[in-house]
């Protein structure tokens, strides 16, 4: 069975930084992209971050391009989002979700395969 577990979220003051982890088990974890979302109250959830199979490229949201940054080790088979110079409008839900195989670009909603439950971050002003 695929599980992602995720870790990591929690309380954190605007400028400050947290990292979230996604510990994933029954998949081809070479094979597929691991991508961040976040869904704010009211609003959609959006990607936020993903890195490529095979070829490990990452790409980023407008709105987190420099502050954030995404990992995965083969090992662990595990995703960490470190998140810097935070602010209030990062707080959200955040979604470990994968996709199949190698892309170019972050993902849309309609192409994750699997999703962790989400994690809560909030930022205090």
């Known amino acids: 069975e695929v599980r992602l577990v995720e870790s990591g979220g929690g309380f954190a003051q605007t400028g400050g930084s947290l990292k979230l982890s996604c510990v994933t088990s029954g998949l081809p974890f070479r094979d597929v992209t691991i991508a961040w979302f976040r869904q704010a109250p009211g609003k959609e959830r959006e990607s936020v971050s993903c890195?490529?199979?095979?070829?490990?490229?990452?790409y980023y949201a407008d709105a987190v391009k420099g502050r954030f940054f995404i990992s995965k080790d083969y090992g662990e088979e595990t995703s960490w989002l470190q998140m810097n110079s935070l602010t209030p409008e990062d707080s959200a839900v955040y979604y470990c979700?994968?996709?199949?195989?190698?892309?170019?670009?972050?993902?849309?909603?309609?192409?994750?395969?699997?999703w962790g439950e989400g994690t809560l971050v909030a930022v205090l002003s």
């Open positions: 890195v490529s199979a095979r070829d490990l490229n990452t």
């Open positions: 979700a994968v996709t199949s195989g190698s892309r170019i670009g972050l993902p849309q909603l309609s192409e994750v395969l699997f």
